[in-house]
């Protein structure tokens, strides 16, 4: 009988706060909030959950390795292992998505639910990402505290039932961030001078590139053209106005980390040969 009585109970708390959510957030042109707020800490609490037996299952199938790393590099590894499922999920589903009718005969208003789903499944990630940057802000910086925020709220807006169009530039660079978040493990892996490390980080470069710097600057353009003419169908006009601030954002930010990656490759790719000649030519003096 307590059983059924707690049941009862839990089940008349959801719908007070699902009504209050929908009070709160709707008239705010959210009501992804109240419609996905069950789906999102389900989500968290996944994350949470693979961020926790990370350890454990690289204690098992890896033991050489995570036996040589710090304690900082162990939580390090842990993130970059959850990252790159995250970004596997992602960008699988993005692209799966890329030529649907729907969103692409209307990029303001189209929609989708099963996609919008599909995206409401990703915040608790970002939910995740976000407040690592905030409690660890020392270590990631301003850049990333940004681009965790601007992702939540974009997600947020995406999951209304507006601009769902935009996830798709803007989260397809996701799949640069598999071969990037590879390339952190091979180095802590040891792997650094290894041919799997170089090729690897050769397709991070062109995924970059072709992804960040290419297709999602394109539709940030044309986007930011679209809100200056006033061609935003029946968006509510401030989120038109937060997207096309939010391209612009990438875009810069992906030019600063241009500069990051560009030193990289060329440590990757060539440096190691300079040493090597350096080391040649003092060994035959």
Same mark, same amino acid.
């Given at each position: 009988?307590?059983?059924? /009585? ?25 009501? *992804? /909030?109240?419609?996905?707020?069950? /789906? ?149 892996? *040891? ?22 710097? *290419? ?19 029946? /968006? ?50």
């Amino acid at each position: 009988m307590s059983h059924v /009585v707690t049941a009862s109970g839990l089940s008349a708390l959801t719908s007070g706060l699902d009504s209050a959510i929908h009070a709160v957030f709707d008239p705010m042109h959210l009501s *992804g /909030v109240g419609k996905y707020w069950k /789906v999102t800490i389900v989500s968290l609490v996944v994350h949470l959950m693979i961020f926790k037996a990370v350890p454990i299952v690289t204690k098992l199938f890896m033991p050489r390795v995570y036996k040589k790393l710090s304690d900082a590099d162990k939580r390090s590894w842990s993130v970059y292992v959850l990252s790159l499922l995250h970004s596997v999920y992602d960008s699988a589903f993005i692209i799966a998505y890329m030529n649907n009718p729907a969103l692409n005969g209307d990029k303001m208003g189209g929609y989708n639910e099963q996609f919008e789903y599909l995206l409401a499944t990703t915040l608790g990630y970002y939910v995740w990402d976000l407040s690592l940057c905030m409690l660890d802000y020392s270590n990631y910086g301003l850049m990333y505290l940004i681009h965790g925020g601007l992702g939540v709220f974009g997600l947020i807006i995406i999951t209304s039932r507006q601009l769902q169009f935009y996830a798709i530039p803007y989260l397809l660079p996701e799949l640069s961030s598999v071969f990037l978040n590879l390339r952190h493990l091979l180095k802590y892996a *040891g792997k650094s001078d290894s041919l799997v490390y170089k090729v690897n980080f050769l397709m991070f470069l062109v995924a970059f590139i072709s992804i960040r710097l *290419g297709f999602e600057t394109y539709h940030s353009y044309y986007l930011a053209l679209d809100v200056y003419r006033g061609n935003t169908g029946d /968006v509510f006009y401030p989120f038109a106005v937060y997207y096309a601030i939010l391209g612009i954002t990438l875009t810069t930010l992906n030019v600063i980390w241009l500069r990051q990656i560009l030193y990289a490759t060329y440590y990757t790719f060539f440096a190691d040969s300079k040493k090597t000649k350096e080391a040649r030519a003092r060994k035959d003096e």
